[in-house]
């Protein structure tokens, strides 16, 4: 019940409050502080009354879930004194007849008449209540106090007793640590400094005792006749009145009833809606006590169910261990019998050599004889050897019988998409160990993934969760290509696929396609950002599950060319439009075709041909930037133009900068384009030109340059951002 009795602004308990027209409470001295003076006959603005402070509106900068230019902003005004539990406090105004109080906690603003705050009732209910409530407090402490004192809260080791409390921290204090955390001055200086409840009850003790009866209340009088009592009530004006009030005739109208009658009257009402928030309190005690016990339902199942999925993962790891062995197994003997082979073709085919090379080293040593009898007589014998010898080396006998490649085949494609489509079941009426039999079947080619319970009946039901192929999924610059499949044949037939993505922040999702293709490539994403997708499918029946969502990270740099689409059509492009030049005299301009909205981009233009001293200017723009004339005249470009000796930078035809140093033919010029800083910079022959050009750049931009025909030019993309850029 203490929130209820604590002022908005102080923070302390209420003393000597008012009661303001939109039923809430304030303390008088807190009422005088946020009351401030209007202009002469104007009329305070009524706050908004949704609750929302100031500072949410720091919270609006939000991109757009389908544009990034669809982003706002606001602002807001501190206050320059604030209470200490946060409400704004003005500071106290001069008395003036022109006077307006806000109500801290619905922002509802009143103005005051010629009484000022003495035209506000006091609630003299409420500090009757407050006055009870600490005569309360304060004779539990005493009771209290007796057996332990109270200990700072901030002592590291051995707290000692308390010295202060603090009625906005709610926090205990020894004199040093309030010396130290809670020093009197700055923010904390309106705090509220009392002694601890304890010192307090002492204090009590010691000068009496007990606490001093509390004195009847004086009945309350009239805000208009401070000597009347109020004795009727208007039901009308909601508000109890005097006699004089009646006699002067301010309610000659109004529904007037006796002031006792209606009291009673509306302490049974309060009784009766008691009665009902009683039953919801009760119901909320059962509820809290129904959430307790779940904390331990929690826990415990949580231990249970991750022994559970322990054990199931440790199953699949030895299933897996045990079939590594055999895989094992068998390549050892595949690799045993090669080498069996090709040892025995060894020692066979050396065999075979020793013998011929001995034989031929003999008939040498014949032929080296000058005996013709001699020679005869063996010549026969070693000429059939000799032939017999030659037909040994058969063909094929000089090839190896066995290769080096091991003619097995491990495809694990399958098993390791399986693997990583493992996930939870959702219900528990499934098989017992979906994951290993489908490990199982998809290791031994059954099966790459179960998608129907065994044993029951598969009627008309929605499409099963697609699976999406990621060796074909890719990104390329600021476009990803994704592909997905069908698991398995369905009864009633697919009619088409949705595919979605979410913004690149690991915000919401949106549809980007729906259809009945299974490739799918989606343009104009952020450079730079991760991409979560998903795909699901529908029949006739309803919408299937979610695939498992894959991650897509866009380019880091940009690659792009020219758009000959957007150009002017004096504008000329070749080289695979990359390079450009200009059938015109005037200014023509040519955009690029990658669009930035985020990240940090550099890319360069070479100057192929320079002639008569042009000026061509080179930047960002938007798309609708107008393409016949110089880039920057018009307030949706942000360029440098530049001739040989000197440049400017221009937007909005407003030229600034002006830098020393030009281009030639064969120069480069660079230009960095920095959204998370939101500024553009210029480079010429890899040096930083000037100063950064523009700040505050926010939305979408696209490359741009414009030319005369006097100027030839060559886009470089994807580069790596310059080091070391001056401010």
Same mark, same amino acid.
């Given at each position: 019940?203490?929130?209820?009795?604590?002022?908005?602004?102080?923070?302390?308990?209420?003393?000597?409050?008012?009661?303001?027209?939109?039923?809430?409470?304030?303390?008088?001295?807190?009422?005088?502080?946020?009351?401030?003076?209007?202009?002469?006959?104007?009329?305070?603005?009524?706050?908004?009354?949704?609750?929302?402070?100031?500072?949410?509106?720091?919270?609006?900068?939000?991109?757009?879930?389908?544009?990034?230019?669809?982003?706002?902003?606001?602002?807001?005004?501190?206050?320059?004194?604030?209470?200490?539990?946060?409400?704004?406090?003005?500071?106290?105004?001069?008395?003036?007849?022109?006077?307006?109080?806000?109500?801290?906690?619905?922002?509802?603003?009143?103005?005051?008449?010629?009484?000022?705050?003495?035209?506000?009732?006091?609630?003299?209910?409420?500090?009757?209540?407050?006055?009870?409530?600490?005569?309360?407090?304060?004779?539990?402490?005493?009771?209290?106090?007796?057996?332990?004192?109270?200990?700072?809260?901030?002592?590291?080791?051995?707290?000692?007793?308390?010295?202060?409390?603090?009625?906005?921290?709610?926090?205990?204090?020894?004199?040093?640590?309030?010396?130290?955390?809670?020093?009197?001055?700055?923010?904390?200086?309106?705090?509220?400094?009392?002694?601890?409840?304890?010192?307090?009850?002492?204090?009590?003790?010691?000068?009496?005792?007990?606490?001093?009866?509390?004195?009847?209340?004086?009945?309350?009088?009239?805000?208009?006749?401070?000597?009347?009592?109020?004795?009727?009530?208007?039901?009308?004006?909601?508000?109890?009145?005097?006699?004089?009030?009646?006699?002067?005739?301010?309610?000659?109208?109004?529904?007037?009833?006796?002031?006792?009658?209606?009291?009673?009257?509306?302490?049974?009402?309060?009784?009766?809606?008691?009665?009902?928030?009683?039953?919801?309190?009760?119901?909320?005690?059962?509820?809290?006590?129904?959430?307790?016990?779940?904390?331990?339902?929690?826990?415990?199942?949580?231990?249970?169910?991750?022994?559970?999925?322990?054990?199931?993962?440790?199953?699949?790891?030895?299933?897996?261990?045990?079939?590594?062995?055999?895989?094992?197994?068998?390549?050892?003997?595949?690799?045993?019998?090669?080498?069996?082979?090709?040892?025995?073709?060894?020692?066979?085919?050396?065999?075979?050599?020793?013998?011929?090379?001995?034989?031929?080293?003999?008939?040498?040593?014949?032929?080296?004889?000058?005996?013709?009898?001699?020679?005869?007589?063996?010549?026969?014998?070693?000429?059939?050897?000799?032939? &017999? #010898?030659?037909?040994?080396? @058969? /063909?094929?006998?000089?090839?190896?019988? %066995? +290769? =080096?490649?091991?003619?097995?085949?491990?495809?694990?494609?399958?098993?390791?998409?399986?693997?990583?489509?493992?996930?939870?079941?959702?219900?528990?009426?499934?098989?017992?160990?979906?994951?290993?039999?489908?490990?199982?079947?998809?290791?031994?080619?059954?099966?790459?993934?179960?998608?129907?319970?065994?044993?029951?009946?598969?009627?008309?039901?929605?499409?099963?969760?697609?699976?999406?192929?990621?060796?074909?999924?890719?990104?390329?610059?600021?476009?990803?290509?994704?592909?997905?499949?069908?698991?398995?044949?369905?009864?009633?037939?697919?009619?088409?696929?949705?595919?979605?993505?979410?913004?690149?922040?690991?915000?919401?999702?949106?549809?980007?396609?729906?259809?009945?293709?299974?490739?799918?490539?989606?343009?104009?994403?952020?450079?730079? &950002? #991760?991409?979560?997708?998903? @795909? /699901?499918?529908?029949?006739?029946?309803? %919408? +299937? =599950?979610?695939?498992?969502?894959?991650?897509?990270?866009?380019?880091?740099?940009?690659?792009?060319?020219?758009?000959?689409?957007?150009?002017?059509?004096?504008?000329?492009?070749?080289?695979?439009?990359?390079?450009?030049?200009?059938?015109?005299?005037?200014?023509?301009?040519?955009?690029?075709?990658?669009?930035?909205?985020?990240?940090?981009?550099?890319?360069?233009?070479?100057?192929?041909?320079?002639?008569?001293?042009?000026?061509?200017?080179?930047?960002?723009?938007?798309?609708?930037?107008?393409?016949?004339?110089?880039?920057?005249?018009?307030?949706?470009?942000?360029?440098?133009?530049?001739?040989?000796?000197?440049?400017?930078?221009?937007?909005?035809?407003?030229?600034?900068?002006?830098?020393?140093?030009?281009?030639?033919?064969?120069?480069?010029?660079?230009?960095?384009?920095?959204?998370? /800083?939101?500024?553009?910079?210029?480079?010429?022959?890899?040096?930083?030109?000037?100063?950064?050009?523009?700040?505050?750049?926010?939305?979408?931009?696209?490359?741009?340059?414009?030319?005369?025909?006097?100027?030839?030019?060559?886009?470089?993309?994807?580069?790596?951002?310059?080091?070391?850029?001056?401010?």
């Amino acid at each position: 019940m203490e929130e209820e009795l604590k002022c908005p602004v102080c923070g302390s308990l209420f003393k000597d409050p008012i009661l303001l027209p939109c039923s809430h409470n304030v303390c008088l001295a807190c009422a005088r502080n946020i009351t401030v003076q209007t202009p002469e006959g104007e009329t305070p603005v009524q706050s908004r009354a949704s609750g929302s402070s100031d500072y949410d509106y720091l919270d609006m900068d939000k991109m757009s879930l389908y544009s990034e230019t669809d982003s706002g902003y606001g602002s807001y005004t501190p206050c320059q004194l604030k209470s200490p539990n946060g409400v704004r406090v003005f500071p106290p105004a001069i008395a003036h007849r022109h006077c307006s109080l806000t109500c801290p906690l619905c922002h509802r603003s009143v103005s005051l008449d010629e009484r000022g705050l003495r035209g506000f009732p006091r609630n003299r209910l409420l500090e009757a209540i407050v006055a009870r409530y600490q005569q309360n407090r304060a004779a539990s402490a005493s009771s209290s106090s007796s057996s332990t004192a109270v200990k700072c809260q901030l002592c590291d080791r051995n707290p000692v007793d308390a010295a202060v409390m603090c009625e906005q921290c709610d926090v205990f204090y020894c004199t040093a640590c309030q010396q130290r955390c809670h020093p009197s001055r700055g923010p904390l200086a309106k705090h509220r400094l009392v002694p601890p409840p304890s010192q307090a009850a002492r204090g009590a003790a010691s000068g009496g005792g007990q606490q001093p009866p509390a004195t009847a209340r004086k009945p309350a009088t009239c805000v208009d006749h401070e000597a009347e009592n109020f004795s009727m009530y208007c039901c009308s004006c909601k508000a109890p009145v005097c006699m004089k009030c009646l006699e002067e005739g301010k309610h000659a109208k109004h529904d007037v009833k006796p002031l006792a009658v209606m009291w009673k009257q509306h302490k049974c009402q309060i009784s009766q809606a008691l009665n009902g928030v009683s039953d919801k309190a009760k119901d909320a005690k059962e509820f809290l006590v129904q959430l307790k016990n779940m904390l331990q339902q929690i826990q415990e199942n949580g231990v249970e169910f991750e022994a559970c999925l322990v054990a199931q993962c440790d199953s699949l790891i030895e299933a897996l261990t045990r079939q590594k062995a055999k895989l094992l197994t068998k390549v050892t003997k595949e690799k045993e019998y090669k080498l069996k082979v090709v040892r025995d073709q060894i020692t066979h085919c050396t065999m075979k050599l020793r013998q011929t090379t001995g034989m031929m080293e003999y008939c040498l040593e014949v032929l080296k004889e000058n005996d013709p009898s001699g020679f005869l007589q063996i010549s026969d014998a070693l000429i059939k050897r000799v032939t &017999s #010898s030659q037909d040994q080396w @058969v /063909k094929g006998a000089l090839e190896p019988k %066995v +290769g =080096p490649e091991f003619d097995l085949t491990l495809n694990t494609d399958s098993l390791l998409q399986t693997i990583l489509q493992l996930d939870f079941c959702q219900g528990k009426d499934v098989q017992e160990n979906p994951l290993l039999n489908q490990m199982q079947a998809a290791g031994s080619g059954e099966a790459e993934m179960e998608t129907e319970r065994p044993g029951v009946d598969s009627g008309p039901s929605v499409p099963a969760a697609p699976l999406l192929q990621l060796e074909k999924c890719c990104t390329r610059n600021n476009s990803v290509t994704l592909a997905w499949r069908v698991i398995a044949p369905h009864i009633n037939p697919i009619e088409g696929y949705i595919l979605e993505l979410d913004d690149g922040n690991g915000g919401q999702y949106r549809e980007v396609y729906v259809g009945k293709e299974t490739v799918c490539t989606v343009d104009g994403l952020h450079f730079n &950002s #991760s991409y979560n997708a998903r @795909v /699901k499918a529908y029949n006739a029946v309803g %919408v +299937g =599950p979610y695939s498992k969502t894959v991650v897509l990270k866009t380019s880091d740099v940009a690659w792009f060319t020219f758009d000959p689409t957007s150009a002017h059509r004096d504008i000329v492009l070749t080289n695979e439009n990359q390079t450009v030049s200009c059938n015109s005299y005037d200014d023509r301009v040519v955009l690029g075709t990658a669009a930035f909205s985020k990240g940090v981009h550099y890319w360069e233009v070479s100057i192929d041909r320079y002639d008569n001293h042009p000026d061509p200017a080179f930047g960002v723009a938007r798309i609708n930037t107008m393409k016949d004339m110089m880039l920057g005249k018009d307030d949706k470009a942000w360029a440098m133009y530049v001739d040989n000796n000197r440049s400017w930078f221009m937007h909005n035809n407003s030229h600034t900068n002006r830098a020393e140093g030009g281009i030639t033919k064969g120069s480069t010029v660079g230009v960095l384009l920095d959204l998370t /800083k939101h500024t553009l910079t210029f480079f010429i022959n890899k040096e930083q030109h000037g100063p950064t050009a523009f700040e505050n750049l926010e939305g979408v931009f696209m490359p741009a340059v414009s030319l005369n025909r006097n100027v030839q030019v060559t886009l470089l993309t994807g580069l790596e951002v310059p080091k070391n850029i001056k401010q």
